[in-house]
């Protein structure tokens, strides 16, 4: 399960991700298992992970993310516009030390 993010540490994230460019973009099939796959590897390589999602409402939007996030046990950090980014700590040597509260 994903860890819950105080709001300090989604800003302190909101940061961090600010200069990322989108790793993954999410295009007419929606969340596929190929999909999940590569957010799962991009995730355990980075631990950050920007998405821009191409979705023709914001409900299929919306959904599309909550899939991804559960589907790759990470949480959600923020979403603008077609645009969400993922946290998912590392089990060995984490790379992002998150502020405490």
Partial sequence: MA?????TQK?????????????????AKGITD????????ALDHHELLKVKIHAGDRELR??????????????LVT????VAVFYRRRAENPLIV????
């Fill in 34 to 41: 190929a999909l999940v796959a590569e957010a799962a590897l």
């Fill in 98 to 101: 998150l502020p405490r509260n």
């Fill in 11 to 27: 800003r302190y994230l909101r940061g961090l991700a600010h200069d990322l460019k989108a790793v993954l973009i999410v295009g």
């Fill in 3 to 7: 860890t819950a993010l105080s709001n």
């Fill in 79 to 82: 979403r603008i516009g077609n």
């Fill in 62 to 75: 919306d959904e599309w993310i909550g899939e991804l996030a559960s589907r790759t046990d990470a949480a």
